[in-house]
């Protein structure tokens, strides 16, 4: 009897001490996201400001195309950052269990990773637009095609970066989760057993 009373009281023990260590690989988890999301939203506003005074000014010609892609495009990446903010706010005090937690960080590097392959298709439809224009003189689809090119390269680089901090924090719950398999969630004690 005494021995299933200490093993349970490490059990328990060692579990609180997994839980607080879950709960600060979900705060890394939240952190990442919304310092991501201040940096895009920092960056859409700043395009919309200046896309919208460049469109303004602008007497013609390519430039005038390019500010005006520069804040359209803008917008929803303004609206992309809000989106991804108030889910990470509203996800940031949410009790997870281990297999929860997980399934959070992998949907987060999925979304960063795919999106990394539609800045590429951006970049590519920039160039394919500024070349037609180059093909058939025309100003309009020269000004879109290099905006399209930066905002693909900006983004590219944002969610390389993104995808980068989530997998580090990923690989750190995954070992962590494979290194205190015992869990206990202020109800229930479980045993997470990988498949792989």
Not at 63 to 76: E, G, P, S, T
Request: glycine residues 10%; positive net charge.
């Amino acid at each position: 009897m005494k021995k299933i009373f200490t093993f349970l009281l490490i059990t328990a023990c060692s579990s609180v001490f997994a839980q607080d260590s879950l709960k600060s690989f979900n705060y890394a988890r939240y952190s990442t996201t919304t310092t991501g999301m201040d940096v895009l939203g920092s960056w859409a506003i700043a395009n919309i400001g200046i896309g919208s005074v460049g469109w303004a000014e602008s007497k013609g010609g390519s430039n005038k195309y390019f500010y005006q892609m520069d804040a359209l495009w803008n917008v929803a990446n303004l609206g992309a950052a809000i989106i991804g903010y108030t889910g990470a706010q509203k996800d940031k005090n949410k009790q997870l269990t281990p297999a929860e937690s997980l399934k959070a960080q992998q949907k987060m590097e999925k979304i960063f990773l795919i999106n990394g392959g539609l800045d590429v298709a951006y970049i590519g439809a920039g160039i394919f637009l500024q070349h037609r224009g180059d093909i058939r003189n025309s100003d309009e689809l020269r000004g879109y095609g290099k905006s399209i090119i930066l905002q693909g390269a900006f983004l590219l680089l944002f969610d390389s970066s993104m995808y980068s901090a989530q997998r580090h924090n990923g690989n750190k719950l995954r070992s962590f989760l494979a290194k205190n398999p015992v869990t206990f969630d202020g109800r229930r004690v479980g045993i997470i057993y990988a498949m792989e």
